[in-house]
Nanobody
Framework: QVQLVESGGGLVQAGGSLRLSCAAS????????MGWFRQAPGKEREFIAAINWSGGTTYYADSVKGRFTISRDNAKNTVYLQMNSLKPEDTAVYYC?????????????????WGQGTQVTVSS
């Protein structure tokens, strides 16, 4: 049974920071790419950031580039999303996901395993 558990969400003022974590269990993820997505009410799921198996390659959506950083610790089977300079438009449920290849993927349809999501709310 594959499990992804996100944590670290919450309420923060605009300009603040949060660090999301996603702990994976049930299989080996150290040789698989991982990603973060978000979905706001009434909107489609949006790609945020992705990282390859080693952490040596990352990719970001333009909306978060320069503010968010994705990283991973394969020894802990955990991927992180450091979010700085948060804006009210970053408010959404944030999901981590894993796919079955070593490379970076950016489309949510390419990911087969998903966490339950964690709410991030940024107040103005």
């Amino acid at each position: 049974q594959v499990q992804l558990v996100e944590s670290g969400g919450g309420l923060v003022q605009a300009g603040g920071s949060l660090r999301l974590s996603c702990a994976a269990s049930g299989r080996t993820f150290s040789n698989r790419g991982m990603g973060w997505f978000r979905q706001a009410p009434g909107k489609e799921r949006e790609f945020i950031a992705a990282i390859n198996w080693s952490g040596g390659t990352t990719y970001y959506a333009d909306s978060v580039k320069g503010r968010f950083t994705i990283s991973r610790d394969n020894a802990k089977n955990t991927v992180y999303l450091q979010m700085n300079s948060l804006k009210p438009e970053d408010t959404a449920v944030y999901y981590c996901a894993v796919h079955d290849e070593m490379i970076v993927r950016t489309r949510w349809t390419e990911y087969g395993y998903w966490g339950q999501g964690t709410q991030v709310t940024v107040s103005s």
